[in-house]
């Protein structure tokens, strides 16, 4: 009897330790296997843009037109994924099975309103994880371009690999830099300046 808890605790043992190496596996073929794509974020409530150390990206996918009436809340679909004429990723078209042939992410409807229909993108697309000594720095400079610029023109995009279904956030870029980076260079700036 004792035979078999032992085979029973390493077979645990073995599970335990496969299941978060496999997340941290799939994590990495994405990273390095999925198709690139830059998008460009819309700007937030200030009061909202960062919640602990993560960013919240806001990244939204727009109001598509409703080709299927048997969709319903919280079904989930495909967004298909394309590039605009200066190259940024954008959502194209949503799709009920994974669109043959065309890049796309995994969603879930958030609300159907007359010809048009909302989604919900996976909370690993909205939000970017930084250093809690670099988010607070990166609020304020955020807030200070949001300020500075209309709301269509803020400088802040976002990249994403995509990889069967399945999208990471790889880099968010303030003004063409990735954030922190931008963070550490304005924070000298600013140190020069104060000297």
Same mark, same amino acid.
């Given at each position: 009897?004792?035979?078999?808890?032992?085979?029973?605790?390493?077979?645990?043992?073995?599970?335990?330790?496969?299941?978060?190496?496999?997340?941290?596996?799939?994590?990495?073929?994405?990273?390095?296997?999925?198709?690139?794509?830059?998008?460009?974020?819309?700007?937030?409530?200030?009061?909202?843009?960062?919640?602990?150390?993560?960013?919240?990206?806001?990244?939204?996918?727009?109001?598509?037109?409703?080709?299927?009436?048997?969709?319903?809340?919280?079904?989930?679909?495909?967004?298909?994924?394309? @590039?605009?004429?200066? !190259?940024?990723?954008?959502?194209? =078209?949503?799709?009920?099975?994974?669109? /043959?042939?065309?890049? *796309? %992410?995994?969603?879930?409807?958030?609300?159907?309103?007359?010809?048009?229909?909302?989604?919900?993108?996976?909370?690993?697309?909205?939000?970017?994880?930084?250093?809690?000594?670099?988010?607070?720095?990166?609020?304020?400079?955020?807030?200070?371009?949001?300020?500075?610029?209309?709301?269509?023109?803020?400088?802040?995009?976002?990249?994403? @690999?995509?990889?069967? !279904?399945?999208?990471?956030?790889? =880099?968010?870029?303030?003004?063409?830099? /990735?954030?922190?980076? *931008? %963070?550490?260079?304005?924070?000298?700036?600013?140190?020069?300046?104060?000297?």
């Amino acid at each position: 009897m004792t035979r078999w808890y032992h085979f029973a605790f390493i077979g645990m043992c073995i599970l335990y330790l496969a299941i978060p190496g496999y997340m941290v596996w799939q994590q990495e073929r994405i990273l390095k296997q999925g198709v690139l794509y830059s998008l460009r974020l819309q700007p937030v409530d200030p009061a909202d843009v960062f919640r602990g150390r993560y960013l919240d990206l806001n990244l939204t996918a727009p109001l598509l037109p409703m080709q299927d009436t048997t969709l319903q809340y919280d079904q989930p679909v495909y967004l298909a994924l394309g @590039r605009d004429d200066a !190259g940024f990723g954008q959502f194209e =078209s949503l799709h009920r099975q994974p669109p /043959p042939g065309k890049d *796309y %992410v995994a969603a879930s409807i958030n609300y159907i309103s007359g010809e048009e229909v909302s989604v919900t993108l996976p909370d690993g697309l909205r939000r970017y994880y930084l250093n809690e000594k670099i988010a607070p720095l990166a609020d304020q400079y955020y807030m200070n371009m949001w300020n500075a610029t209309t709301r269509d023109t803020v400088p802040v995009t976002v990249q994403l @690999r995509v990889l069967k !279904g399945r999208a990471l956030v790889q =880099s968010v870029f303030f003004e063409g830099a /990735p954030v922190e980076e *931008y %963070v550490r260079r304005k924070a000298a700036e600013a140190s020069l300046q104060g000297n």
